[in-house]
């Protein structure tokens, strides 16, 4: 059974602090991981992919893939109300589909 | 940039009513992905196509059946509707050159009453 596992939350940061989301999967075979933001009632919204060990930077988001241990991170630096969301992990696997985890709810306060 | 286009946005049916849902995915995937997320739930996997023909089956129904067809739109048919069918159904697309990289629509809000 494939599966992506990510802590349901909620997580509650300060505004202005590092938010850190953490997701581990239990495919060896999974090639590609995914971040999606997804607001309430809206479709997921893909945030960072990374396909290679190590840290991957875009603007405030930093992905971090081991494979090794078989986990896969999201850091938000300078967090923000508008960050506010549930973060869905999801892990692609050699036959093109995506193995979701159940989503963290993230809370920025203010 | 165009992106993945699902319609209808909403939909309302009753009981043991047909329903079909379309995506067009973006230009030049040949990718689709169909998923179901019901309230409070995490997408679910239905079934996806590569270049017209389904490529993996996920917790599809038997009621329901979907299809790509040559202009790689996709439609998902849904039969006999029950009450649990009532979530948001996403269409994704992607590439596969590269990578597995998605792109999702904004859904289709199926409510069954």
């Known amino acids: 059974q494939k599966e992506v596992e990510q802590n349901s939350g909620p997580l509650s940061v300060p505004e202005g602090a590092i938010a850190s989301l953490n997701c581990t999967y239990s495919d060896r075979g999974s090639q590609s991981f995914f971040w999606y933001r997804q607001y309430s009632g809206k479709s997921p919204e893909l945030i960072m992919f990374?396909?290679s060990n190590g840290d991957k930077e875009d603007g405030r988001f930093t992905a971090q893939l081991n494979k090794a241990s078989q986990y896969v991170s999201l850091l938000i630096r300078d967090s923000q109300p508008s960050d506010s969301a549930t973060y869905l992990c999801a892990g692609g696997d050699s036959n093109y589909q995506l193995i979701w985890g159940a989503g963290t709810k993230l809370i920025i306060k203010p | 940039a165009a992106g993945v286009i699902q319609s209808p946005r909403h939909l309302i049916k009753e009981k043991r009513e047909t329903a079909t849902l379309k995506c067009y995915p973006i230009?030049?995937?040949?990718?689709v992905y169909w998923y179901q997320q019901g309230p409070g739930q995490d997408p679910q996997f239905l079934i996806s196509?590569?270049?017209?023909?389904?490529?993996d089956k996920g917790s599809i129904p038997d009621r329901f059946s979907a299809q790509q067809f040559s202009d790689y739109h996709s439609e998902l048919n849904m039969s006999s509707l029950e009450l649990g069918d009532s979530a948001l159904y996403f269409c994704?697309?992607?590439?596969?050159?590269?990578?597995?990289?998605?792109?999702f629509g904004q859904g289709t809000r199926l409510t069954v009453v």
């Open positions: 990374i396909y």
């Open positions: 230009p030049r995937h040949d990718t």
């Open positions: 994704a697309s992607s590439l596969e050159v590269g990578g597995t990289e998605a792109f």
């Open positions: 196509f590569y270049e017209k023909m389904q490529s």
